[in-house]
């Protein structure tokens, strides 16, 4: 099983600020990484698919970035309504994996 | 736009068999695409449990493969989910998405809860 690992688990930030999730592969991936927000009681919404194609309607202060074992979701200027916890996920191979999520909290 | 919906008891008994179904709207399940299913147990993070296509080819997670089916059902334009000898640790919102090769689109989810 590919393992994914994400970091940190948790962040404190304000509005305004810039923030950035990575997450590790165990293995490569190429290119086979999607990036999904989750809010309390919601389902994931898909933001960024192929580590970095940004899906339509996310708006553009979300990047990906990466390849291989590495990548890299940013949000270049945090708004009140991304605070949600954040998941990775590899397509490359089954079983899928996600990675452990990254809590983003108001500081 | 395609849509999926779950459904199912939300209450299944220790041991018993844990059943949903997952209704593809706005598109055809005989598409090119994987059709999942993941769960995620109270305050926990994503766990796959496995994928079919419209052909009924299968994957599933090991860690769950010996209790796990899950089957499409083209005429109904659905996909189910069955997991047997349940226990407290299957307790979980349930999932279903779809993998059309450009990230995952999800339904709402439905909490299953494993009690007597």
């Known amino acids: ?107 | 736009q395609v849509q999926l919906q779950e459904s199912g008891p939300g209450l299944v008994k220790p041991s018993g068999t844990l059943s949903l179904t997952c209704a593809v709207s706005g598109g055809s399940i005989s598409s090119s695409n994987w059709w999942n299913w993941v769960r995620q147990p109270p305050g926990k993070g994503l766990e796959w449990i496995g994928e079919i296509d419209h052909s009924g080819t299968t994957n599933y997670n090991p860690s769950l493969k010996s209790r796990v089916t899950i089957s499409v059902d083209k005429s109904k334009n659905q996909f189910s989910l069955k997991v047997n000898s349940v226990t407290a640790a299957d307790t979980a919102v349930y999932y279903c998405a779809r993998d059309g090769g450009t990230g995952w689109y999800w339904g709402q989810g439905t909490l299953v809860t494993v009690s007597s």
Do not use: H
Not at chain 1, 83 to 101: D, E, V
């Open chain 1, 1 to 107: 099983d590919i393992q994914m690992t994400q970091s940190p688990s948790s962040l404190s930030a304000s509005v305004g600020d810039r923030v950035t999730i990575t997450c590790r592969a165990s293995q490569s991936i190429g290119s086979y990484l999607n990036w999904y927000q989750q809010k309390p009681g919601k389902a994931p919404n898909l933001l960024i698919y192929a580590a970095s194609t940004l899906q339509s309607g996310v708006p553009s202060r979300f990047s990906g970035s990466g390849s291989g074992t590495d990548f890299t979701l940013t949000i270049s200027s945090l708004q009140p309504e991304d605070f949600a916890t954040y998941y990775c996920q590899q397509s490359y191979s089954t079983p899928r994996t996600f990675g452990q999520g990254t809590k983003v909290e108001i500081k």
